[in-house]
């Protein structure tokens, strides 16, 4: 019998098979080195998109979406802490403080017409992770505290009371598909917000927020009593109704959030606690059969391939989160869900192996060594999530706050909150009624425009 000959497609095909899986990151969780590594590749190609955009000419600026240059600064800063890597720091800092906005509130002019409350609050975030790592300021810019402190001002006065006894719309603006939604992510977020500037600032109003945005949360479906959070509520139906898609952030924003106040409550309030343990349970639907119940999947689009560019985003946030929550929180607590984060990151790291270089990441990490034939920024920043999470036992310090190291300096006044004020005030029932007469002002004044534009503005 002669040689066997194979096909020219199939030597093709063996070795792509073959080079992807020499090429894919090898990573050992219980390795600093290793992980550090890994990051150190993860975090490179996620810069290459970056800097590759059309929009670079615009610090902080992606290309068709403006929230998520501060949800990738916020993960890039966790890189920074836990790796001490400081290459990317002066674009951190530039497209940080060029996106402040002329109030220091995130809030910038060339954007603010279209923005939700959403991606507003992830800026404030990436802000007081900023403050909290004791990331490098620079001399003449505001502290990193005082734009975070900026974005809670800024949203306030957003407490919608026309509907639902108060909550933060999704959309600012009533020309926008979902102003007529009230979401977890955007409550949520200024929920965690609110609480983490509890904890570093020491002001009891922050508090007092968190607590009511918690409590408020409660009295709907976007934070059920059995821990199953709704994506969505709607003013129509007085929050009674629900969107139900699951979505990792918005169990980790709530989850966050209540660990922080656990820890500003020196653990005397049982139900921060209780919240915690209760959604960390019911996030369990997140690490499905697929991946042996150890890696973390977005299950409501990853198995079917609908994920769009801010769901592949969305696990980077569960796992960082929580990951620098463990810090803050009972040890035992978080345990389980960070030995499946270790799981889940040597599943992602197999999952890079895209690209000719095979160093860009897939989005589906059930898969394994099986690349899903995925990439892009969004990929590469959850992949980078995860490695932080698993990162985060190494490092004893933080998060910093006043009290313990933490450097960035506290402006109450921040943002658009008045000079002459003093800071946050505590809330009241005038707040409440004031906040839902200011939203029925702007709704008249904008439907009043609209009509001039209409008739008397051609």
Known sequence: MG??????????????????????????????????????????????????????????????????????????????????????NDAIQEGMYWQKGDENDFFPSNYSSYLGNDDQVFWGLAAMTAGELNFPERSGEPSWISLAEGVFNGQIPRWDMTA??????????????????????????LFQLSARLALYTKNATYAEWAEKIWDWSHTTPLLRKTWVIADTTTNAANCKDHGDHQWTYNYATYIMGAG????????????????????????????????????????????????????KTFKAYFTSWIGFMSLIVPTNVTAEVMGKFKASAVAAGQQCSGGSDGKHCGIRWTMKSEWDGTMGLEQQMSVLGVLNAV???????????????????????????????TGPAP???????????????FVLVWVGAISWMLVGGK
């Open 427 to 441: 809330i009241t029932s005038g707040d409440r009624v004031g906040a839902g007469i200011l939203t029925a002002v």
């Open 391 to 421: 990162m985060v036992p190494f490092t004893a310090d933080g998060p910093y706050n006043a009290d313990n190291g933490g450097k960035s300096k506290s402006d109450p006044h921040g943002g658009s909150n008045p000079e002459g004020s």
């Open 260 to 311: 922080y106040m656990h820890n500003y409550t020196n653990g005397t309030e049982g139900k921060w606690l209780e919240g915690v343990t209760g959604l960390l349970k019911t996030s369990e639907q997140f690490f499905p059969k697929s991946g042996d119940h150890q890696i973390i999947s977005d299950i409501t689009c990853e198995p079917i391939d609908m994920c769009d560019r801010n769901q």
């Open 164 to 189: 639902c006894d108060g909550g933060l719309r999704w959309q600012i603006w009533p020309y926008q598909d979902g102003y007529d939604l009230k979401n977890a992510i955007s409550n949520g977020g």
């Open 3 to 88: 040689p066997v000959i194979m096909p020219r497609w199939l030597t093709t095909l063996l070795t792509f098979l073959l080079l992807q899986n020499a090429l894919a990151i090898e990573v050992n969780p219980e390795d600093e080195t290793s992980l550090k590594n890994a990051a150190k590749t993860v975090a490179t190609t996620m810069i290459d998109y970056y800097n590759a955009r059309d929009s670079k000419a615009i610090p902080g600026k992606f290309d068709g979406t403006w929230w998520e240059g501060g949800s990738m600064f916020m993960t890039l800063i966790q890189y920074w802490y836990l790796t001490g890597d400081s290459q990317f």
